[in-house]
């Protein structure tokens, strides 16, 4: 593959919020595309979506939607990744998955470009695996504090957005909070409860009352990291928030680092904005203004004030195109760069 | 002071968003009240404010205010507080005050009845502070902890709601958020920017970057547990919530400690219910369902995966009530079944 080259991309899933930010993404960037292919299931085939200026539209996903097809991008669960991942590498196109299907086996690089895009060359599988977009926007954070200070433990907590949950999750909340705000009765679908004005902590814990959204967080980050020895304790807490992902982020590290050392750590930080400006209202990280943008803002850096040499941060990013479109097409990105 | 006995109770801040829910407290707790005295400023004199069935008239407070008053409850901000709080008390009030004037002063005890009452007994400027919202719920949950294992370090993340700014920050958010959902242009009157659909961690940083709230935390926590070793990281924030904080609360023991037995420890702890049923929609603390109701709910305690013998937990409690009023009036109740 060469720079000057165009590529035949598969979207799969193309109809789903990822998905539909999957085709704005490639767009935006100019992706060099000769032939978009959006596929999803049969339900949604013959949905036109838009693509750039024109109009694409949803075809079937099945065995054979992947001839000629150089980069296949799933945002289809983990189950239809599970059928369909291997298929699509088979017919040779290089697979960059968004669901958890992949994600820890040990044959799928789990890559997130500016931390370990190297891992993306040895893929056994013809799979890529994008990383829950809670990880991500914490990895990017805290790459460059780790190659320089070697992390221990990080505490996390985090305010995700509805919109990671889906379209109908969005919707869920916005007609949650119509209802709340004309007296009338609240009514939920996707969440088990009032979601409007309101705050829950994950619903459905999995293995020692960890949610599978914690479990992830604590082992794809260390598989990022490359380092089994990083300590991760999370808790994940769902928000009133239409997009955008925001955590608060308390780091101990192997030898000490100030805020000052950090700050300089990541104002030039790939795929960072540094926005720590303390007194001026509107100049620092918050998922309404981070959301339809690409950085990951890094924001209330401080030296902690219990743990001499600890750090706690302020990490808010959009957490569909970062936390999963985006990356996924800079991995392809980054491919046909090296290539 | 006899429990057969009435008092004479003035709430002094008696319009704001606390005053409010002193007396609505009063009521519903059936306090021994006398004579009630609701007092404002001279632009809140002459409203009128609903008290049980009945009707109060709110009159101007002045330095004659406090002659045969018992008990003065406190909420109309700092400065209010250092100038009246000890003229309450050389009338022979006790005075419990809901601001920060005198929470650190080492002759005002802080007290939060569930975890050291017997500080209230010694009081020698006349004064009780009544302690931040957000340090009053998680020292109810952590308490029972701290005496069996003895705690050595607190991360604190708080999802804090819009009422503990007062009534106009709770209608900015109403209004924003009715704005989003109209597509129309978002006002900003008392938050910095947009709060509905947002989230902000505290906007104006105080010593070394820390926020008021956060040294508040850090400060107070040692001052109400008694014990200045114990080490608080925290990190506010603010939520697009009407009313009642959520906390999640990562915490390292002396001596290591399972959730097994802090569920024991929390289960018939004093102005704590646990409601840690992960697995059940509804049953487990979110701030809508906490609103309007007393006690501090403690759920998600999980065993850390980071750190042997170390806990997660996330803590939820109505900010107006047990963050406030409800702490002010529950410290006046037991000094009279003391007395």
Chains 1, 2 share one sequence.
Not at 37 to 50: C, D, H, I, M
Not at 69 to 83: D, K, N, P, Q, T
């Amino acid at each position: 593959m060469s720079h000057d080259q165009s590529f035949v991309v598969a979207v799969v899933g193309a109809t789903g919020a990822v998905g539909r930010e999957m085709l704005r993404t490639l767009e935006q960037r100019n992706f060099p595309v000769s032939r978009l292919v959006a596929l999803a299931s049969k339900r949604s085939a013959g949905q036109v979506l838009p693509y750039g200026k024109s109009e694409i539209v949803v075809t079937e996903l099945g065995p054979q939607s992947f001839e000629g097809v150089h980069f296949a991008l799933f945002s289809a669960g983990a189950s239809v990744a599970r059928e369909y991942g291997p298929i699509a590498a088979k017919a040779g196109a290089i697979v960059i998955d968004n669901s958890s299907a992949w994600r820890m086996d040990p044959e799928v690089p789990l890559v997130v470009p500016e931390v370990n895009m190297a891992a993306a060359q040895h893929r056994p599988k013809g799979i890529i695996a994008n990383p829950n977009c809670s990880t991500i926007q914490m990895v990017v954070a805290l790459k460059p504090l780790h190659d320089a200070k070697r992390i221990k433990h990080i505490v996390v907590s985090t305010y995700q957005a509805t919109s990671g949950k889906g379209h109908a999750a969005v919707e869920d909340l916005l007609a949650q909070a119509r209802a709340v705000l004309d007296g009338k009765p609240v009514e939920a679908t996707v969440f088990p409860g009032q979601m409007a004005f309101n705050v829950m902590s994950d619903w459905k814990p999995g293995d020692a009352d960890y949610s599978e959204e914690e479990w992830k967080m604590v082992h794809e980050t260390r598989k990022i990291m490359g380092d089994d020895s990083i300590g991760v304790s999370p808790t994940t807490v769902r928000v009133p928030v239409v997009n955008g992902h925001s955590e608060s982020v308390h780091v101990q590290f192997h030898e000490p680092i100030t805020a000052e050392e950090a700050k300089r750590l990541l104002r030039n930080a790939d795929g960072v904005v540094l926005a720590d400006e303390p007194y001026t209202p509107g100049k620092h990280p918050t998922p309404a203004a981070a959301s339809g943008t690409d950085p990951v803002y890094v924001g209330r850096i401080r030296d902690d004030v219990a743990v001499k040499g600890a750090l706690n941060l302020w990490v808010v990013a959009d957490n569909l195109r970062k936390g999963a479109a985006l990356n996924a097409v800079q991995i392809a990105e980054r491919l046909i760069k090296k290539a």
